[in-house]
């Protein structure tokens, strides 16, 4: 097996964080599916049910279906008091890395703005993500934002 250029993987990453930062962060949810695979898996799970290995989540999706459900529903059917989100994102750590797949862990700190608010704290956690190579590109295949606090404000509508 060839050796992989670390420093090329790792700026890929870093970009890849960017890119899904800044979609988020402008509101671009019809974006948002695009950068996993078809096959993928989203999760939002607080800490104390990561560290039990046990699957309860406040958010699961199985594959882009469902993720562009979720993108419907933002935009049509749920009604909630719209806000602002900003993603402080950390340099991801390489856990490991082969030529067709890369597993990271990214720190992550999500404020939430309100208009007529102070921003507030509104989540923070660490991504755990398994990263595919496509022909497009690096995609996730499984993104897991693990949360540390048990308790979130209000619900949490957005992706993560």
Known sequence: MQSLDTTNVYLE??????????????????????????????????????????????????????????????????????????HVVSTPRIVAATDEEIHTETNYIVIRTKRDTFSELFNVGRYIDTIRRTPDGLKFKARTCVFDSEWIRNSIIYPI
């Open 13 to 86: 990453v870093l970009a890849l964080h960017s890119e899904y930062s800044a979609c988020l962060d402008a509101g671009e949810f019809e974006r948002w599916p695009d950068f996993f695979i078809d096959q993928c898996d989203y999760r939002i799970q607080s800490r104390e049910n990561f560290d039990a290995k046990l699957p309860l989540s406040i958010m699961w999706l199985e594959g882009k279906g469902m993720m562009l459900d979720r993108v419907y529903g933002v935009r049509e059917t749920l009604y909630h008091d719209p806000y602002y989100q900003r």
